[in-house]
């Protein structure tokens, strides 16, 4: 029950009527299921059903009426190109001239992709989808309301009088690996009993009525999933005016509408009126459209549609893409293990007296203690975090500085062997791109993000780009990060000259390895970032491990800077930060440069003169009994009306409370509002806040 009150709060907060009910309200609601093993249920009245077919129809037709021409039984051959662009589409009866072009073939999509001249990869894979219609049963009738059993992975809804019942079973079964057989368009898989026993258990135990009803039939039509099981939405990559909108995941019918106005929206304005960066083709790396990882990945997704979203829930499949060369050694600490982008990174270490501390929950995890350990090391000695998964690209030629500085909100002409922390901003100030620039030579720069960005900086700086030499050097340069105040004194140590002052030079030999010294400051406490090329990171590792014993270094994980990030009230992109949210919203004035010209530039002017419309909050949730626990998306209510949500959080080690940021469209000000007008509602509990 605490998923249903998360997410009738969230239903809430974006205007969907959602009830919670008891087991005597769903009896009310729906006769026909066994309710003796259910607390309760979310009821969403306006919720409802369609028949596909003449959802489609009615849009064929009502597109014929506005001068559309559809012709049917057409097979695309090839989709060509013409600097850069979408030019025509080859088909077996003939040539069609066009200016856009939009790959929605559903799981035809992959195989599309790969047919224009230059390929658009769509990381998508068809998997078996099995449900039974049973023929008419006695009081079931179109208004019988759908259900879901999330823990049966089951639905049951009215079918022409009877019931169709399936589900999303674990261990799907992936099909068509090879690619979809001609004029299947009309075709279904073979019956597949064995596959769907484990969901047939759970429909009877559901829905007994079915147990005496005549099967009518089995239906087994593929359905195609991506690695997320989110759709793909969005501009190819490389060929300009080549639409995605693809990978619906079977939930075609429930998505089509707003993927249809999303998709609109993006040819006719440039962008969608909201965020769909959860959607976007660009949050898939390369590895992401390879048919075996697909083939392993979608095994698990299909289940994903129902299973408990636990917080930091992770896939199991298709792990062990990519390693940092400071793997083997991480894994001796106790590491718990995320990925990002194919990367497998460390979360966290084990403590000796938590060691079993790996579990789902939505209360307070019990590895918090090992984050507190880490933060700690950070606050008052040295901490060690490998930060080989985060994008790098270096820019090389005579205008890399010109292209930076038109691209980012900061002054990036900076000395030689420094950072700055900055944004890359779209036409209407909105944040594409969170990332460092660190300045390698007068000619030569270092651009560094997170992981998840990789592929949208990459394809931003190149879209922007005429003359400049954008190199992606990611996975043949380590980074290892160092915080604390006693770096700067360990490092001293370990490098083979030092200065006389104190300073970390730039350019050092660390063991018997060259490497890059950058200091930074963005986390209150000094740090430095070292780069090594990956031939040399195991041993620079190991100097600074054995180094660091007498500074009491720890190892860190990437919670852990998280953590950190919250507890200094420091926004980051995918979390407070995104391409519809500028840095005037979220506090970071500082980083603009307003004497200087880049992109965005006369939309932050603009919206500097006329005010925000939101505003970032930090907010300490008051809870007696130190229990709660957040974790993002929860409502956050001012005056009884939902103002927003909370963005990110972490439990403060000192006050044992949890501290949460988040977003509000009502900026607050000290003249106005007391901190008693705050409060997050967290699982259907409103806890009081005070905000920082």
């Known amino acids: 029950m605490t998923v249903f009150r998360r997410l009738a709060g969230l239903s809430k907060a974006v205007n969907i009527n959602a009830e919670l009910v008891s087991r005597e309200d769903c009896h009310k609601l729906n006769q026909f299921i066994r309710l003796d093993d259910v607390q309760g249920g979310l009821w969403i009245p306006n919720d409802g059903v369609v028949n596909p077919s003449d959802v489609c129809h009615s849009l064929a037709r009502g597109a014929t009426q506005q001068g559309v021409k559809i012709i049917e039984k057409v097979q695309v051959e090839k989709v060509l190109s013409s600097n850069g662009s979408v030019s025509a589409v080859v088909t077996n009866k003939g040539q069609i001239r066009c200016e856009y072009f939009v790959n929605c073939a559903g799981q035809w999509s992959y195989w599309l992709g790969l047919k224009c001249d230059h390929a658009v990869p769509i990381p998508l894979h068809p998997t078996e989808h099995l449900y039974v219609v049973s023929k008419p049963i006695e009081g079931i009738s179109p208004m019988f309301p759908t259900v879901r059993d999330p823990d049966g992975l089951i639905f049951g809804r009215e079918w022409s009088g009877g019931l169709c019942a399936g589900g999303f079973e674990r261990n799907a079964k992936p099909c068509l690996h090879h690619g979809i057989p001609d004029k299947f368009e009309f075709q279904l898989l073979p019956e597949d009993w064995d596959q769907f026993r484990p969901l047939l258990d759970e429909i009877l135990h559901r829905f007994p009525i079915i147990e005496n009803a005549e099967i009518r039939q089995m239906i087994n039509g593929p359905e195609s999933f991506t690695p997320d099981g989110n759709p793909i939405l969005g501009e190819a ?3 300009r005016n080549y639409f995605v909108a693809a990978g619906l995941s079977s939930f075609g019918i429930a998505f089509g509408g707003g993927v249809g106005k999303v998709v609109a929206e993006w040819i006719i304005d440039g962008r969608p009126s909201i965020n769909v960066w959860s959607l976007d083709l660009r949050r898939f790396a ?23 979203p636990w917080p930091k829930k992770q896939y199991t499949t298709s792990r062990g893409v990519r390693w940092s060369p400071l793997a083997p050694r991480l894994q001796q600490l106790g590491p718990s293990w995320e990925e990002k982008m194919g990367w497998e ?97 007068e000619n030569r720069y270092l651009v560094m993000s997170e992981p998840e960005q990789a592929t949208i900086l990459y394809h931003w700086m190149r879209k922007h780009n005429t003359s400049v030499s954008i190199c992606d050097i990611t996975g043949g340069l380590s980074v290892i990060r160092l915080l604390g105040p006693r770096v700067n004194e360990m490092l001293m140590d370990c490098a083979s000259l030092s200065t006389a002052s104190g300073d970390i030079e730039r350019d050092q030999w660390l063991g018997h390895a060259p490497a890059l010294l950058v ?71 500082h980083l603009i440069d307003w004497k200087k010209d880049f992109i965005g530039h006369s939309a932050l002017a603009a919206q500097k003169k006329r005010g925000v419309n939101k505003q970032m909050v930090k907010l300490t949730l008051l809870d007696p009994s130190n229990s709660v626990m957040a974790w993002g998306a929860e409502p956050i209510v001012r005056n009884g009306s939902v103002a927003g949500l909370t963005t990110s959080a972490f439990i403060d080690a000192q006050s044992k409370q949890v501290v949460c940021l988040g977003l509000i469209s009502c900026p607050l000000n000290d003249e106005t509002v007391s901190d008693d007008l705050l409060a997050v509602q967290v699982a259907g509990k409103t806890y009081p806040t005070v905000s920082w």
């Open 237 to 239: 990559l490389d060929v």
């Open 286 to 308: 390369v590895h992401h459209s390879n048919r075996r990882f697909l083939q392993d990945r979608v095994t698990e997704v299909v289940s994903g549609h129902y299973s408990m």
């Open 345 to 441: 990174r460390v979360r966290w270490f084990a403590i000796p007296e938590d060691s079993d501390v790996e579990h789902d929950t939505f209360s307070r995890p019990r590895w918090i203690r090992c984050l507190h350990h880490e933060m700690t090391s950070c606050q008052t000695a040295a901490a060690l975090f490998d930060l080989t998964s985060f994008a790098k690209f270096e820019l090389m030629g005579f205008d890399a500085l010109c292209l930076l500085q038109s691209l980012c909100c900061s002054d990036v002409n900076i000395p030689v062997g420094s950072v700055v922390n900055t944004l890359m901003l779209n036409e209407t100030g909105g944040c594409e791109v969170q990332c460092d620039v660190v300045r390698l030579d």
């Open 519 to 589: 200091e930074r400051n963005d986390f209150i406490m000094k740090g430095v970032d070292v780069f090594v090329s990956n031939d040399y990171a195991l041993h620079v590792y190991d100097l600074l491990v054995e180094q660091g014993n007498a500074y009491n270094l720890v190892n860190g994980g990437m919670v852990t800077l998280d953590w950190l990030r919250v507890e200094n009230g420091q926004c980051k992109w995918g979390q407070e930060l995104d391409a519809y949210t500028t840095p005037l919203d979220v506090g970071l004035d």
